[in-house]
């Protein structure tokens, strides 16, 4: 997910030959990452709360970080995405760290960020989980406990008292990090927050031989036998998916602020993204060529290094 600040390479994309398939090929992505139903939800839970996926429901929200305090890779990821948010939604995302327990977050429109290096804190991730149920009347079975099952999760639940949205991220565990450990502990952070603020879904590309277009496209890769910290896993995960954001997802995030249609999943923002493509597409490329945000994004959706 790293970042290059070159306007050359944003005109690239932009140019106009490129503009007519692009076109087509960003709406499909549209369609496949924010054209959904929610199929499934965790065992047990109250499924009469109502569930209503508003892609601007975070917008002016805060980022309350518990756990560990972020490292100076975290911090500089962190703040180029408060800055993207502000830019584009134009309410800032406040940001404060409360400690080790999730309470101390308080309930209003809060994203947790629980950051963590080391051994998965299960109990921790069970505790924030347990507390948010109960603040938000999330309807999750009574206070039972979870897992960790990668290096960074993201999840929101709604609720009878507003809606719970909880971030838990690895990061290092030294100062001294090789090339490699950058790419991986930035590039998780970033998948994390941009699916959390813009409710886009996961989409699977089976053909590794194609360039990737978003953050959200991911090749399957199993990778459970590995170590999160070893070299084996962290190359497999940032080959998965792009260093970084890429036009497509700066693009989304436009969308996703200016649509006039509540709910994001409707049909119609597709329509409304088709009808406003040149505006959302020149307002993008100013955004990808902006140095504020270099660090967190990929202006030409590129691979990891081998």
């Known amino acids: 997910m790293r970042f290059l600040t070159l306007a050359l390479m944003v005109a690239v994309w932009l140019a106009p030959p490129l503009a007519a398939d692009q076109r087509q090929s960003f709406l499909d992505l549209a369609r496949q990452g924010w054209n959904y139903r929610l199929r499934t939800t965790m065992v047990g839970r109250d499924m009469s709360i109502p569930v209503q996926i508003n892609g601007r429901s975070l917008a002016g929200a805060s980022l309350c970080l518990v756990g560990e305090r972020p490292d100076s890779l975290s911090l500089e990821t962190l703040t180029a995405f408060r800055g993207l948010i502000f830019e584009i939604f134009g309410k800032p995302l406040t940001m404060r760290y409360a400690g080790a327990q999730a309470r ?87 998948e994390e927050l941009f699916q959390s603020f813009t409710f886009g879904m996961d ?42 954001l890429c036009a497509f997802d700066v693009l989304m995030l436009y969308a996703v602020a200016r649509a006039p249609m509540a ?44």
Not at 122 to 148: C, V
Not at 215 to 234: N, Y
Not at 275 to 300: C, E, F, H, Q, V
Request: aromatic share 10%.
């Open 104 to 190: 101390m977050c308080g309930t209003g429109r809060t994203v947790m960020l629980r950051l963590f290096s080391g051994v998965p804190p299960h109990r921790d991730l069970s505790d924030d989980l347990n507390w948010l149920s109960d603040a938000h009347d999330l309807g999750l079975p009574g206070h039972r406990s979870y897992f960790a099952t990668g290096p960074a999760m993201g999840q929101t639940f709604f609720g009878r008292r507003g809606q719970g949205t909880h971030i838990m991220v690895k990061q290092a565990s030294t100062a001294h990090l090789t090339a490699l450990e950058r790419i991986f502990y930035r590039s998780i952070l970033i």
């Open 203 to 244: 989409i699977l590309m089976f053909d590794t031989g194609k360039p990737f277009q978003s953050k959200l496209q991911e090749v399957p890769m199993d990778l459970r036998r590995f170590r999160w910290e070893s070299v084996d896993f962290m190359r497999g995960m940032v080959r998965t998916n792009p260093t970084g």
């Open 263 to 306: 709910e994001t999943t409707d049909p119609a923002f597709l329509g409304y993204i088709e009808g406003a493509y040149d505006t959302l597409l020149k307002d993008a490329g100013a955004t990808l060529a902006d140095p504020r945000y270099a660090a967190i994004m990929a202006p030409s959706c590129e691979r990891a290094p081998d």
